[in-house]
């Protein structure tokens, strides 16, 4: 039997910074990259409607690779539906991807921290509840980009980036108050990372820049048993587009993260 692989979900290329981490701790497992971007980007939807679309498409998705676990590579899709997943389909594990407010309160100085985000996860009761819980005592602010994401899929596939624009969505994470200055900054959408040498060279000073990845790939290796025997020979790992329609730039990245497009 072939062994079961690790399903990594995003809506667009932004997934692609947790695979990367994931290849690293994970270097004998097999990867199904799911890029559903047909309905990029999540940022803009309503509520109802994404858990209803993610929902259904996962039953596709478990059903058609039966992965061991999935990973829900992308903040906006986890904030809204990773309990709705795990209620459809206990015994299937996942793992999603949220703001990482708890580290960023652990390690600030000033108190004054920034989530940037898409305004999905911006939006979010989850997002509200993670501050509250766990940043009670810093001054958060919730920053949503309209932009981001979409400069991160043009910066990916076409390489090239308008730094104004980086400049101007990242802006208002800078916060100053009473000689304190906001000094971290949490990357709370999978296509930023991406972005973040443009961030740090557009940005008034420097901060920490949070990217999650490290953290939610090292969850994944922890939920998993051990791999049985080498990894079976000829078993690529693939990406799926869900719009059907992975164009030559988009062939090649993947090609570049070592992965073939069905
Ligand atoms: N990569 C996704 C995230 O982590 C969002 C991009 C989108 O708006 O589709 O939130």
């Given at each position: ?83 709705a997943l ?70 990916m596939r ?5 730094e104004e ?98």
């Open positions: 039997m072939t062994e079961q692989p690790i399903l990594m979900f995003d809506s667009g290329v932004g997934g692609l910074t947790v695979l990367r981490e994931a290849r690293v701790l994970m270097p004998d497992r097999r990867f199904v990259y799911v890029a559903d971007d047909a309905a990029f980007p999540f940022g803009a939807w309503e509520e109802p409607a994404l858990r209803t679309h993610i929902l259904e498409l996962f039953a596709k998705l478990l059903d058609r690779f039966v992965p061991a676990i999935s990973v829900i590579a992308c903040n906006t899709a986890s904030t809204l539906v990773i309990d795990r209620e459809r389909f206990p015994g299937h594990p996942f793992v999603g991807t949220v703001p990482a407010v708890k580290p960023a309160a652990e390690r600030t100085r000033s108190g004054l921290v920034s989530v940037l985000a898409t305004p999905g996860t911006v939006k979010r009761q989850y997002t509200r509840d993670l501050i509250s819980k766990w940043a009670q005592k810093c001054h958060v602010r919730l920053v949503g980009s309209d932009r981001l994401a979409g400069l991160a899929e043009v910066y076409e390489g090239f980036v308008d624009a980086v400049r101007a969505e990242i802006a208002p994470c800078f916060m100053e108050n009473e000689g304190l200055r906001t000094d971290i900054v949490v990357l709370a959408c999978t296509h930023y990372p991406f972005l973040v040498n443009r961030m740090r060279k557009t940005a008034p000073w420097p901060v920490d820049w949070i990217d999650p990845a490290e953290a939610i790939a090292r969850r994944a290796l922890s939920l998993l048993p051990p791999v049985d025997g080498a990894l079976p020979q000829g078993e690529p790992d693939i990406a799926v587009f869900t719009s059907g329609k992975a164009d030559f730039a988009v062939g090649r990245l993947m090609q570049g993260f070592g992965l073939s497009v069905r």
